[in-house]
Nanobody, 112 residues
Framework: QVQLVESGGGLVQPGGSLRLSCAVSGISFNLYNMDWWRQAPGKQREFVAT????????NYADSVKGRFTISRDNAKNMGYLQMNRLKPEDTAVYYCTIMGNWGQGTPVTVSS
């Protein structure tokens, strides 16, 4: 059974930083790309970032490029999303996903 558990969300002021984590089990983590997506209140879920199975290639939504960094530790079956210079429009529930499997999400609120 594949499980993804996100953590690290919370309330942060504009301009602040957060690091999200995604713990993965039940799948050969190092064989798959991993994505982060987010869903803001009242909006559709949207793509944030993706990382290749070995971490050698990444891609980002234009809205987060230069501010967010996706990474992974295959030895620990962990994925990460470092979010810097956060903006109120980054407020959303953030999800990690692998091969169609999703976590429960971790909420991020950017507000003063």
């Amino acid at each position: 059974q594949v499980q993804l558990v996100e953590s690290g969300g919370g309330l942060v002021q504009p301009g602040g930083s957060l690091r999200l984590s995604c713990a993965v089990s039940g799948i050969s983590f190092n064989l798959y790309n991993m994505d982060w997506w987010r869903q803001a209140p009242g909006k559709q879920r949207e793509f944030v970032a993706t990382i290749s199975m070995r971490g050698s290639s990444t891609n980002y939504a234009d809205s987060v490029k230069g501010r967010f960094t996706i990474s992974r530790d295959n030895a620990k079956n962990m994925g990460y999303l470092q979010m810097n210079r956060l903006k109120p429009e980054d407020t959303a529930v953030y999800y990690c996903t692998i091969m169609g499997n999703w976590g429960q999400g971790t909420p991020v609120t950017v507000s003063s």
